[in-house]
T-cell receptor, first 114, second 111 residues
Framework: DPKIIQKPKYLVAVTGSEKILICEQY?????MYWYRQSAKKPLEFMFS???????DNQTASSRFQPQSSKKNHLDLQITALKPDDSATYFC?????????????FGKGTRLTVV | QEKVQQSPESLIVPEGAMVSLNCSFS?????SIWWYQQHPGKGPKALI?????GNKKEGRLTVYLNRASLHVSLHIKDSQPSDSAVYLC???????????FGLGTRVSVFP
């Protein structure tokens, strides 16, 4: 019974297009995150939200925009897609932003940009 | 910027063997160190964490942390084929950096 739901599971996009990755969590957590996992690279932290406010942004590009319409939602809009954006994007959540708090991950959205 | 390195890259062991995984990190001020398990096509799942120097045991898992040498290890006793997965070491430090992960160790346990 998945508690962090990511949609879609797979996504193929054309270079230059725009896509939105959806994430909902049903763990009652206050903090949500986006991470990216590219081939041959470690899982990489992108954003953190706490109580629907952007707290941290480690993504250099403004093409990546998180959007939080509700406390348990954190979508990721990616514009002007490039082949280098191909990766699996993981939504995650935790009770709070503390470093000693367990972070739970969704199953990911695998994005391929052609 | 925190750096996390894991060794070995991969490991193949027979069922029942001890699995030993290593992780080194760069910032002694790091908070907790986490070990995650990731099966193909799934998200990482937290197994165990440690904050203080020394060791911590949970079931078949034991983790050792030495902050002076910036090293942490995970040992899985009596390994099972279901333990076959990629094991990720993650360090939590500065809030703004989230969790910093290593590349992982791929473990295969054969019956």
């Amino acid at each position: 019974d998945p508690k962090i739901i990511q949609k879609p599971k797979y996504l193929v996009a054309v270079t230059g297009s725009e896509k939105i990755l959806i994430c909902e969590q049903y763990l009652g957590h206050n903090a949500m995150y986006w991470y990216r996992q590219s081939a041959k690279k470690p899982l990489e932290f992108m954003f953190s939200y706490s109580y629907q406010k952007l707290m941290d942004n480690q993504t250099a590009s403004s093409r990546f925009q998180p959007q939080s319409s509700k406390k348990n939602h954190l979508d990721l809009q990616i514009t002007a897609l490039k082949p280098d954006d191909s990766a699996t994007y993981f939504c995650a959540s935790s009770r709070d932003r503390g470093g000693n708090t367990e972070v739970f991950f969704g199953k990911g959205t695998r994005l391929t940009v052609v | 910027q925190e750096k996390v390195q894991q060794s070995p890259e991969s490991l193949i062991v027979p069922e029942g063997a001890m699995v030993s995984l290593n992780c080194s990190f760069s910032d002694s001020a790091s908070q907790s160190i986490w070990w995650y398990q990731q099966h193909p096509g799934k998200g990482p799942k937290a197994l165990i964490s440690i904050f203080s120097n020394g060791n911590k045991k949970e079931g078949r898992l034991t983790v050792y942390l030495n902050r002076a040498s910036l090293h942490v290890s995970l040992h899985i006793k009596d390994s099972q084929p279901s333990d076959s997965a990629v094991y990720l070491c993650a360090v939590s430090g500065n809030y703004a950096q989230g969790l910093t992960f290593g590349l992982g160790t791929r473990v295969s346990v054969f019956p």
